[in-house]
């Protein structure tokens, strides 16, 4: 885990790059999971927002996806709203899980980040 310097909130994005590389991105891979063919899939989600931040609900959702079914380079092109709900309901997908709770049922899926939605 992270300390605040490394999860980017006291130190630099680069600090944190530097720590997630070494200790999440090199291990996982090694893993067949993230190799081609496999199903391995990391999202380090950032969510902070300033309280004044309340257009849409706030807390704006930044995630970054690793994994061999994660479009390499993709910026996201679509003026879709990705909120937390979102990410649940991504996640669930990614497991094969129905039946998204909540909000998460009718939030739209992030599957514009991947090769195979």
């Known amino acids: 885990m992270p300390d605040v310097d490394d999860d980017a909130h006291d130190g630099t994005p680069q600090q944190a790059d530097t720590w997630l590389q070494a200790n999440i991105v090199a291990p996982l891979s090694a893993s067949s999971a993230f190799q081609s063919g496999g199903d391995g899939l990391l999202i380090v989600d950032f969510d902070e927002a300033l ?32 909120q937390h709900e979102s990410m649940l309901h991504t996640v669930m997908d990614a497991l094969g899980l129905p039946n998204p709770p909540g909000a998460a049922a009718s939030a739209p899926s992030m599957t514009e980040f991947f090769v195979q939605p």
Do not use: M
């Open 51 to 82: 309280d004044t931040d309340t257009t849409n609900g706030g807390g704006h959702v930044s995630p970054v996806f690793e994994g061999p079914n994660v479009k390499a380079g993709y910026t996201q092109t679509s003026t879709t709203l990705y």
